[in-house]
């Protein structure tokens, strides 16, 4: 009986995705089964009696599904060291049945799903933990530097996001196994480093933890969740966090303080905590629509404004102007807010989704309507703004809005004419969009419908009377 003879393929690294790929293409167009394959990284001995794989071995090309080359890019960033034979046993299946990705129930399939899912969490955790340190240099630019330990081999691919985030600063991202640096024109990796090379802290972090902890509200913490969406693992690295177990232990006291504390001075805090908010949010990447959008489309008005409204998303004019409602819809708004005898300067505008989508016709942007993971993406701005406002009474604009603030899908005519209890324990009424108003086609219904939106907000306006 003849033996099969082994390959071996080694890569340059553990997230070396293209020569995995030129690998995998030359043993594949060799018939290679899985099964004779050994995978290595780097000059690590692996089988001493293989031969090594060769890319250019056998010339030729073979076309595999899009969907299959992005699950394989993100997966093989896993930690899994049997990711490398997993994924070349799933190309070898791909190529002779193409509609293979679409059986969640195949257990590869399923396996390298979940291994991709853990990849993109992962990069979600490095992007919204990382914390950046100055780092003063004698005669060169400032420089700053972050630690951050990834589950797995992430650092590369998730490289772009942060020269496109933080273009202009001078910075560098240090973790165990591979670091890069940024010079404001290239990327460079360069080895692994300890977290003795990060420094500890410095001025920026104290106007974060002031921002942190104006924000910072006891009475709706759920320690739970809150560990679960950021992990005690990654609090070591974070300024705001050393905050946590002090805001907590006072949570009571710190509530008390701070109603006093808007009580006497309204607007001092709250507008810092909202100006430093509004800055974090221009650099949102929370869903895909920050990448076509003009710009993201944050609320607006007086911090200490009873009444909020919140609409869908900013539109076509409102994404060039970066102001919510300056569009037609926004202008029935106003001229209705003033009809309900409500002072435009005195209320809160926004939008439960920050930024502009649309479908491009010519040269046309139209508008469409946003999905449930770009509403759930925007919520955490949304949260943010009622916590420094603390608006009396506050009014959604619509089934997005209300979808974003009450945290479910809602009917428009079920919920209008009632209040609703927030989870934050805010009061909310209903109503329409005012963009509604203007698709109505019969002038007649158009009319009767703007005097009841009328009458919605007037409810509004009387509500904060009352609750005053």
Request: net charge neutral.
């Amino acid at each position: 009986m003849r033996l099969s003879r082994m390959r071996v393929a080694t890569l340059a690294a553990e997230d070396d995705f293209e020569g995995w790929r030129a690998a995998a293409r030359a043993l594949a167009m060799a018939q290679v089964a899985p099964q004779d394959v050994v995978w290595q990284v780097g000059e690590r001995p692996a089988d001493l009696f293989g031969d090594e794989a060769s890319p250019d071995a056998r010339p030729g090309a073979f076309s595999v599904p899009r969907p299959f080359v992005d699950l394989a890019r993100t997966a093989l960033c896993h930690r899994d060291p049997e990711r490398f034979a997993l994924l070349y046993t799933l190309l070898v299946r791909v190529r002779g049945n193409p509609a293979l990705l679409e059986d969640q129930a195949d257990p590869l399939v399923r396996r390298i799903e979940h291994m991709a899912k853990d990849v993109r969490r992962d990069m979600h955790k490095m992007r919204a933990f990382v914390r950046f340190r100055e780092l003063a240099t004698e005669g060169q630019a400032m420089r700053y530097v972050a630690w951050f330990e990834p589950d797995n081999h992430i650092v590369r691919i998730n490289a772009d996001f942060f020269a496109r985030r933080f273009t202009t600063m001078h910075w560098s991202i240090l973790t165990p196994e591979l670091s890069v640096h940024w010079d404001g024109d290239a990327l460079v990796f360069t080895p692994g480093a300890r977290k003795a090379d990060a420094p500890d802290g410095d001025p920026l972090e104290e106007t974060w933890k002031t921002y942190y902890a104006a924000i910072f509200n006891p009475a709706r913490v759920k320690v739970g969740a809150m560990t679960k969406e950021m992990p005690r693992k990654y609090w070591k690295n974070m300024p705001e966090t050393a905050l946590v177990p002090e805001l907590l232990a006072g949570a009571q006291k710190r509530e008390s303080g701070m109603i006093a504390a808007a009580q006497a001075d309204i607007g001092g805090n709250a507008r810092i905590a909202w100006e430093a908010l509004r800055e974090e949010a221009t650099g949102c990447t929370r869903c895909p629509l920050y990448g076509p959008a003009t710009q993201t489309v944050f609320g607006e008005g007086p911090t200490d404004a009873r009444l909020m409204f919140v609409g869908e998303q900013p539109g076509d004019q409102e994404d060039l102007a970066g102001r919510p409602f300056v569009g037609p819809a926004g202008q029935v708004f106003d001229r209705a807010v003033a009809e309900a005898g409500i002072d435009r300067s005195r209320v809160y505008v926004t939008n439960a989704v920050k930024h502009f989508k649309y479908e491009q016709r010519g040269k046309r942007r139209i508008h469409a309507k946003p999905g449930a993971p770009e509403i759930d993406a925007c919520r955490w701005w949304i949260e943010q703004e009622r916590m420094i406002l603390r608006p009396a009474v506050t009014v959604a604009l619509g089934a997005t809005a209300a979808r974003s603030l009450i945290g479910k899908v809602v009917t428009i005519s079920r919920t209008r004419g009632s209040s609703v209890t927030l989870p934050d324990g805010g009061e909310c009424w209903v109503t329409v969009h005012p963009s509604y108003l203007l698709r109505l086609p019969d002038k007649v219904q158009a009319e009767e419908e703007y005097a009841r939106f009328v009458e919605d907000l007037a409810v509004a306006r009387k509500r904060v009377e009352a609750l005053d």
